[in-house]
T-cell receptor, first 113, second 109 residues
């Protein structure tokens, strides 16, 4: 949808398990981002990548990991070290850095019990 | 560090009236200010943005104003309709986006 595909839409995991969220874009955008959104809250940046094989921590990177092996893909792994992983996760991309519009995926709602 | 404050957190207006949401930013080097609309359970979508060399921008019922001296910018929605009900986020950017906390806009019939 809109050139960014996140899968799956809903994900359920048991506590202690790592889980990987998929994000693929066909917009030929250089920059990609992962945000976390909790109910009634704003967007918090987890990780971002401006170019292939390079990424930086955002404000809440602890307990998460990413990779950027291909321009179109930016998967997010939620590790067992993340204390409160249940949330709505949004992937986004943009042509360049923070001064161009973000295109968001439809999000993945992760529930860990 | 950089900060963007957004007010109010909730705004309830009568259908047909205008709605105004305000944001202030701390980084004087910020030069890009987008607004996103997020309907319940859906992804945020850009509705309008403004750059620092412009003081005002309009798109049909939506307008954004920017006051660089005072470091604040506002979203104006005129003739509000039920489909305007959503959460609106402002952001400011000097290379990296800093987000406001969001405003829940409720349009009363």
């Amino acid at each position: 949808d809109g050139g960014i595909t996140q899968s799956p839409k809903y994900l359920f995991r048991k506590e202690g398990q790592n889980v990987t969220l998929s994000c693929e874009q066909n917009l030929n955008h250089d920059a990609m981002y992962w945000y976390r959104q909790d109910p009634g809250q704003g967007l918090r940046l987890i990780y971002y990548s401006q170019i292939v094989n390079d990424f930086q921590k955002g404000d809440i990177a602890e307990g998460y990991s990413v990779s950027r092996e291909k321009k179109e893909s930016f998967p997010l792994t939620v590790t067992s070290a993340q204390k409160n992983p249940t949330a709505f996760y949004l992937c986004a991309s943009s042509t360049t850095g923070g001064e161009s519009p973000l295109h968001f995926g439809n999000g993945t709602r992760l529930t860990v019990t | 560090g950089e900060n963007v404050e957004q007010h109010p957190s909730t705004l309830s207006v009568q259908e047909g009236d205008s709605a105004v949401i305000k944001c202030t930013y701390s980084d004087s080097a910020s030069n890009y200010f987008p607004w996103y609309k997020q309907e319940l359970g859906k992804r945020p979508q850009l509705i309008i943005d403004i750059r620092s060399n412009v003081g005002e921008k309009k798109d049909q019922r939506i307008a954004v104003t920017l006051n660089k001296t005072a470091k604040h910018f506002s979203l104006h929605i005129t003739e509000t309709q039920p489909e305007d009900s959503a959460v609106y986020f402002c952001a400011g950017s000097n290379y990296q986006l800093i987000w406001g906390a969001g405003t829940k806009l409720i349009i009363k019939p």
